[in-house]
């Protein structure tokens, strides 16, 4: 199998930078072919802006998403671009590797998501009508490809926890996971998270690289985040609510869990 590592830490020799190189050696092991994105090694440039489209007309006002589209099926996108499309039609498996910082991705790596994520790519694909509304979330360019994150936190595990000051886990991620992930097709893995960083002594960096190992392992076998599909039925087109009745519990659910298939459907 293929597997795309994309890698946002500066310092090659730091925890992730650890993990990243025991990762890319597991998977090489298991017979698998990797391919590393090491967007700071890389230089990439973070900031999506006209630059990203090479034959736009300048004398017109730039629109993001409409030149986005010409420049992607017009072949006229930036290089670096388009070869982590390539990159990603190539993988079966995709790994974003990040320090969580401020609630999310290191900017870089929020970065290579607007730019790679062109339109007509990853987004405003398939057909928009009362029936089906784009090929998102579930469906898309990655339909069929595995995902999975691997963070580190400061936080400790408690702090992420259902009662946590900073939110669950699932939550802080969910709009990596859903958002960015799921909605150009992915099946989106549970998430490898390694908290409390500061305190890492070689016994708990073994044990990490252990449970690490048993993930990569199971990339291929793993059940998937159970996420709803938009255009399998349970969601009102176009208002894209979840019908009535589907949410967990006595009808008052909200926020993201109610996009979870309910363990006894
Ligand atoms: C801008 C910013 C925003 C942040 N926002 C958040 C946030 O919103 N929420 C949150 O929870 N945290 C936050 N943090 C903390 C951040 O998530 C952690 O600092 C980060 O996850 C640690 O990963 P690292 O690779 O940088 O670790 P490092 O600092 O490189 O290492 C962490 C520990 O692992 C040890 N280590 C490194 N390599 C090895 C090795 N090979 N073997 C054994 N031990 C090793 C180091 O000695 C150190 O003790 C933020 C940090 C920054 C800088």
């Given at each position: 199998m293929n597997v795309?590592?994309?890698?946002?830490?500066?310092?090659?020799?730091?925890?992730?930078?650890?993990?990243?190189?025991?990762?890319?050696?597991?998977l090489v092991r298991a017979g698998h072919d990797v391919r590393v994105s090491d967007l700071y090694?890389?230089?990439?440039?973070?900031?999506?802006?006209?630059?990203?489209?090479?034959?736009?007309?300048?004398?017109?006002?730039?629109?993001?998403?409409?030149?986005?589209?010409?420049?992607?099926?017009?072949?006229?996108?930036?290089?670096?671009?388009?070869?982590?499309?390539?990159?990603?039609?190539?993988?079966?498996?995709v790994i974003f590797q990040f320090p969580l910082w401020w609630f999310g991705m290191p900017a870089i790596l929020k970065g290579w998501v607007e730019r790679v994520y062109a339109y007509g790519f990853a987004y405003g694909v398939g057909e928009y009508s009362d029936k089906h509304w784009g090929d998102r979330y579930g469906e898309g360019v990655f339909k069929g490809k595995r995902a999975m994150l691997v963070v580190t936190t400061g936080g400790w595990e408690s702090h992420y926890g259902a009662r946590g000051i900073n939110g669950p886990i699932e939550d802080v991620l969910f709009p990596i996971t859903h958002g960015i992930l799921h909605y150009p097709g992915f099946d989106v893995l549970p998430p490898v998270v390694i908290y409390r960083t500061s305190k890492m002594e070689d016994a708990r960096f073994a044990h990490v690289r252990e449970q690490l190992g048993q993930r990569l392992d199971g990339l291929w076998t793993d059940a998937p985040i159970a996420f709803r599909k938009q255009n399998g039925g349970d969601y009102e087109i176009p208002a894209l609510t979840l019908k009535p009745g589907l949410e967990p519990g006595d009808g008052l659910a909200r926020g993201f869990e109610i996009h979870l298939q309910r363990r006894d459907s």
């Open positions: 795309l590592v994309v890698y946002a830490h500066p310092e090659p020799q730091s925890l992730n930078g650890s993990l990243k190189s025991f990762t890319v050696e597991r090694a890389m230089g990439w440039k973070a900031a999506a802006d006209g630059e990203d489209f090479l034959e736009r007309d300048r004398g017109r006002r730039l629109d993001m998403m409409k030149d986005s589209k010409h420049a992607y099926v017009t072949g006229t996108q930036a290089a670096d671009i388009a070869g982590q499309q390539a990159d990603l039609l190539w993988a079966d498996a």
